[in-house]
């Protein structure tokens, strides 16, 4: 365990360290502002966090978690860093696990700033607290889901701009495009489809309902990531 958290601790540093990482933040902090100035102060709009929280920041995370998490792995592949982490005292499960939670733990921060947008609609009403952590914990766990399928990725190649593609490729294919292919089926492939996409389930806790079959969901695919990814470490240690 004590390896793990000076992992994630290093990779955790590693981003207040980076440029890159506050590029990515200072887009970030634009594309929330920008949407919930937008969505919420626009003429005859409901005073509320649920247009910036339905679909901006899924987008918004879609292209953002993909560009601070696929080099945490890409990054030791190209620099050659890769073979002493693997000759170290330490397992591929405990290398993806401190890179995930280094990363998680970043975006945890990120979602910190948002905490901003329900003090400013104080101002103009009351704000439904019981709703706002559900969207927080549907939040967290879409951030989850993304940084394990961005880490995934990063494990397969060590150019960062194909890292990067690939996740977007994905990760728009499991959150948007199989619930607008699902409307193309019927029965039994409707509802696989249905089951299969993000935002089916990240829409429930938009809508203040913390169902334990989406939380389900979101564990085990995030875990299914995480499992591929140290397969695919596995096998780079016999390359």
């Not at 590029?23 to 966090?49: C, R």
């Not at 766990?141 to 996740?167: D, M, N, P, R």
């Not at 806790?205 to 470490?233: A, E, P, Q, S, W």
């Amino acid at each position: 365990m004590s390896t793990i958290c000076t992992m994630a601790r290093r990779e955790l540093g590693a981003y207040f360290l980076s440029p890159i990482a506050y590029a990515v933040i200072a887009i970030y902090l634009f594309a929330a502002g920008l949407a919930f100035g937008l969505g919420t102060f626009a003429n005859n709009a409901e005073a509320s966090l649920r247009y910036l929280f339905e679909f901006w920041m899924v987008l918004i995370l879609l292209f953002v978690l993909p560009m601070l998490t696929t080099r945490l792995i890409s990054d030791e592949l190209r620099s050659g860093t890769i073979e002493t982490l693997m000759t170290a005292p330490v397992s591929e499960s405990q290398i993806v696990i401190g890179k995930f939670l280094g990363a998680f733990a970043f975006y945890l921060i990120l979602l910190a700033t948002l905490l901003l947008y329900p003090i400013i609609l104080e101002i103009y009403g009351d704000v439904d607290y019981k709703l706002l952590f559900c969207n927080y914990i549907g939040l967290v766990l879409l951030g989850g889901l993304y940084i394990a399928t961005s880490l995934f990725f990063s494990a397969c190649t060590k150019h960062q701009v194909i890292a990067v593609l690939a996740s977007f490729l994905i990760l728009i294919l499991m959150t948007f495009a199989s619930q607008g292919l699902a409307q193309q089926f019927e029965g039994a492939g409707r509802a696989i489809l249905q089951q299969l996409s993000v935002r089916t389930h990240y829409m429930d806790f938009i809508r203040g309902m913390i169902d334990t079959n989406h939380v389900v969901f979101f564990l085990t695919t995030t875990g299914f990531f995480l499992f591929l990814t140290v397969k695919r470490l596995e096998m780079q240690r016999w390359q």
